[in-house]
T-cell receptor
Framework: GQNIDQPTEMTATEGAIVQINCTYQ??????LFWYQQHAGEAPTFLSY????GLEEKGRFSSFLSRSKGYSYLLLKELQMKDSASYLC??????????FGAGTRLFVKA | GAGVSQTPSNKVTEKGKYVELRCDPI?????LYWYRQSLGQGPEFLIY????????DSGLPNDRFFAVRPEGSVSTLKIQRTERGDSAVYLC??????????????FGPGTRLTVL
């Protein structure tokens, strides 16, 4: 089966860097997604990693280690608008996507 | 262009009633997903359509839940004999092409269902 673990909540300061970790267990790996979800809104796509290493996209970067079943999302130069939930997700066999419970990030001034 | 739309945005119903939730995907997207999300949780997969057919309905919790996509675009999620435990936000997502798991999904704003 599939299992995803993420911290429930994190707090960071505006302008700082924060790393949100995700560990997963899946039978047959086919990539890992990160989505952002502001309160009361729909999830929006941030990144997709299928190979090991770091992929950078502006202030956001995502890292994957397939051998360790581990990923992280790195947010730099934090802004207040980055306060949101960050969802880690993996394809779960068939055509389903399995989402973690999400990490709620609070950015304080 | 227009994103994924869902109607109604909110639905309040009584236990035992029947409800229909509608999803209008991005034009041209052949893959369509339904999820439900409870407070503090991530989206939980319900069903996946490729075109008109339900390619994976393994997430439907029981036979009270059913979904259709008769013309390969708009989809309707139908819930019979609603129960209080069905209360959640129901999200629809679409993506281009096949093999949906590997493609970015575009989510609609969701329908908040409350069963009293």
């Amino acid at each position: 089966g599939q299992n995803i673990d993420q911290p429930t909540e994190m707090t960071a300061t505006e302008g700082a860097i924060v790393q949100i970790n995700c560990t997963y267990q899946t039978s047959g790996f086919n990539g890992l997604f990160w989505y952002q979800q502001h309160a009361g809104e729909a999830p929006t796509f941030l990144s997709y990693n299928v190979l090991d290493g770091l992929e950078e996209k502006g202030r956001f970067s995502s890292f994957l280690s397939r051998s360790k079943g581990y990923s992280y999302l790195l947010l730099k130069e934090l802004q207040m608008k980055d306060s949101a939930s960050y969802l880690c997700a993996v394809p779960g066999g068939g055509f389903k996507t399995i989402f973690g419970a999400g990490t709620r990030l609070f950015v304080k001034a | 262009g227009a994103g994924v739309s869902q109607t109604p945005s909110n639905k309040v119903t009584e236990k035992g009633k029947y409800v229909e939730l509608r999803c209008d995907p991005i034009s041209g997207h052949t893959a369509l997903y339904w999820y439900r999300q409870s407070l503090g949780q991530g989206p939980e997969f319900l069903i996946y359509f490729q075109g008109t057919g339900a390619a994976d309905d393994s997430g439907l919790p029981n036979d009270r839940f059913f979904a259709v996509r008769p013309e390969g675009s708009v989809s309707t999620l139908k819930i019979q004999r609603t129960e209080r435990g069905d209360s959640a936000v129901y999200l629809c997502a679409s993506s281009p092409g096949r093999g949906g798991s590997y493609n970015e999904q575009f989510f609609g704003p969701g329908t908040r269902l409350t069963v009293l």
